[in-house]
């Protein structure tokens, strides 16, 4: 294995025709939603309903991989970017919705329990 790592748009070429030539077949449509982890070097791959664990057990197998993402035919890069996308996904959107909306404006309320403001400083 290379210690270089691939260009990411280069690797997202490179799953995407391992992916339609020979893993979308060997897998089966039978996917409804889960998470395909590429390898682009060797061109194995995990296959998981949670994209961390097809990408840990990927990890395991062969160490030190140039890794792409895919779900339902939207192929995502190997880096912290992805990665962030593959666990927010996994987030139920109630939680979601739960989660506060002013987060900016009273970031020192939801940390340390200030007052809620209503404005920022400079619109004051």
């Known amino acids: 294995m290379s210690s270089e790592k691939i260009p990411y748009t280069s690797a997202i070429a490179l799953a995407e025709k391992m992916y339609h030539r020979r893993i979308k077949d060997e897998i089966g449509d039978a996917l409804n939603g889960q998470w395909v982890v590429i390898d682009v070097n060797s061109g194995e791959y995990e296959v ?12 395991a197998r062969l160490p030190d991989i140039d890794h792409v993402f895919v779900r339902d035919g939207e192929f995502l ?20 919705d739960a989660m506060p909306h002013d987060g900016s404006l009273n970031y020192k309320h939801y940390l340390y329990g200030f007052p809620k403001r209503d404005k920022y400083p400079w619109e004051e």
């Open 48 to 59: 998981n309903e949670d994209g961390y664990v097809a990408l840990e057990t990927l990890e």
């Open 77 to 96: 890069p190997g880096d912290l970017l992805g990665l962030v996308k593959v666990m927010w996904s996994i987030i139920p959107q109630e939680e979601i």
